[in-house]
């Protein structure tokens, strides 16, 4: 039994050129036969003639170059015209003559370069040729003439038609293929937002706090290495995060953090001296999608201002597991150093604002009275559990 997916497959590898071949090779067929004979187009009223070797000429011009209609379209539609002359001033009348309006269709759908010279270069010809008919004719009214050109005006108009629905279907193809890489660029933007800038400004509290901790050897040296630990976990991140951007990284581990290690967090912020009181409360779910990694960098982002903006106050995380949601809540009380709301570029707000959305769910950051601020974060895509 013929694969007929395969059979189309192979059609469409061949060149442009081969395919259009059959189409021409047809008419030249049917133009041909004793049948057909003095059956094709007849402009002018000039008495048919029998068939000579001038008519095989002028069906070889009309017909075979189809072939090469949409590669070069200007070419065929030139050769088929001069073919469809001879073949009206001697009276032929060929089937052949069907030829023209593809060729025109071709030329108004692929010509790119001189559109304009060639539709007037073509009217004129046309008009050169219906004087010249009309002067060799049996007095055929004007009307006949208008009426055929614009017949081919209108083969022309459709191919321009044709044209501007492929350029019109490329161009969406252009945006959307556009947006995707943009897309993705900003995704990627906001993953190396969320990891750098965490853990560097971890590193940067641990360090300035270990300048004060001279006189104090053990607190200097547990200080110090926590910030290799945290210098550690960002390269660890950063190369999940490349992971991304190579071909082969579909055979390396998921890197998406499941909610769970939000107390790792917790605790990393807590060496870098900044009192958090962590809550979990709920089952987290077995799958829960992207929504685990949205609540992981609501979290993270959040302990992040909080160190920025205030730095050694008292901070609470709050995680809830619903049945169809998670909700994320972190808050500081503005008695640290440095209080206030979460300024600074607003990236990473923004980031988390747009993730939140994507999921349809729910985000705000807010300044608290005091100083302080507090984030929610409504997620859905949780999954059931007892609270604890």
């Known amino acids: 039994m013929i694969d007929r997916r395969r059979v189309l497959e192979l059609w469409r590898r061949l060149d442009v050129t081969v395919r259009d071949l059959p189409l021409g090779v047809l008419l030249l067929v049917a133009s041909l036969l004793p049948a057909l004979r003095g059956q094709g187009t007849e402009v002018g009223g000039l008495p048919t003639r029998p068939g000579d070797a001038l008519a095989g000429v002028a069906a070889v011009l009309q017909c075979l170059p189809l072939a090469v209609r949409r590669r070069w379209p200007l070419v065929c539609v030139a050769l088929v015209s001069l073919g469809f002359a001879v073949d009206q001033?001697?009276?032929?009348?060929?089937?052949?003559?069907?030829?023209?309006?593809?060729?025109l269709i071709s030329a108004g759908s692929y010509l790119e370069r001189f559109?304009?010279?060639?539709?007037?270069?073509?009217?004129v010809a046309f008009a050169v040729l219906s004087v010249e008919l009309y002067r060799r004719g049996t007095g055929e009214s004007?009307?006949?003439?208008?009426?055929?050109?614009?017949?081919?005006?209108?083969?022309w108009g459709i191919g321009a038609w044709m044209r501007s629905v492929r350029a019109a279907e490329a161009e969406r193809r252009g945006r959307a293929a556009e947006d995707a890489r943009n897309a993705e660029r900003a995704r990627i933007a906001r993953e190396l937002h969320d990891v750098v800038t965490h853990h560097v400004t971890a590193m940067v509290v641990q360090s300035e706090a270990a300048r004060y901790l001279t006189a104090a050897p053990d607190r200097l040296d547990a200080t110090l290495a926590a910030v290799s630990d945290t210098g550690r976990r960002a390269i660890t991140d950063l190369r999940h995060l490349l992971d991304l951007l190579n071909p082969d990284h579909g055979t390396a581990e998921p890197r998406t953090p499941p909610v769970g290690r939000v107390l790792t967090l917790v605790e990393q912020t807590r060496r870098a001296g900044q009192p958090v009181e962590f809550t979990e409360e709920g089952t987290p779910a077995a799958a829960t999608g992207s929504s685990d990694l949205v609540a992981y960098r609501v979290v993270q982002e959040a302990l992040t201002n909080a160190l920025k903006y205030d730095h050694g106050g008292r901070t609470s995380v709050l995680v809830r597991h619903g049945e169809r949601e998670i909700t994320v809540e972190v808050g500081t009380d503005g008695s640290g150093t440095g209080a206030g709301s979460p300024g600074g570029s607003g990236r990473g707000l923004a980031g988390l604002r747009e993730r939140?959305?994507?999921l349809g769910g729910e985000f705000s950051a807010d300044p608290v009275e005091g100083g302080g601020f507090v984030v929610r974060a409504r997620i859905p895509g949780g999954g059931g559990g007892s609270t604890s």
């Not at 060929?94 to 593809?102: K, M, S, V, Y």
């Not at 559109?115 to 009217?123: E, H, Y």
């Not at 004007?142 to 083969?155: G, I, P, R, T």
């Open 142 to 155: 004007v009307v006949e003439f208008v009426a055929f050109y614009l017949a081919l005006a209108l083969a």
């Open 356 to 358: 939140v959305g994507v």
């Open 89 to 103: 001033l001697r009276g032929y009348h060929l089937f052949a003559g069907t030829a023209l309006p593809i060729a």
């Open 115 to 123: 559109r304009r010279a060639t539709a007037v270069v073509a009217s």
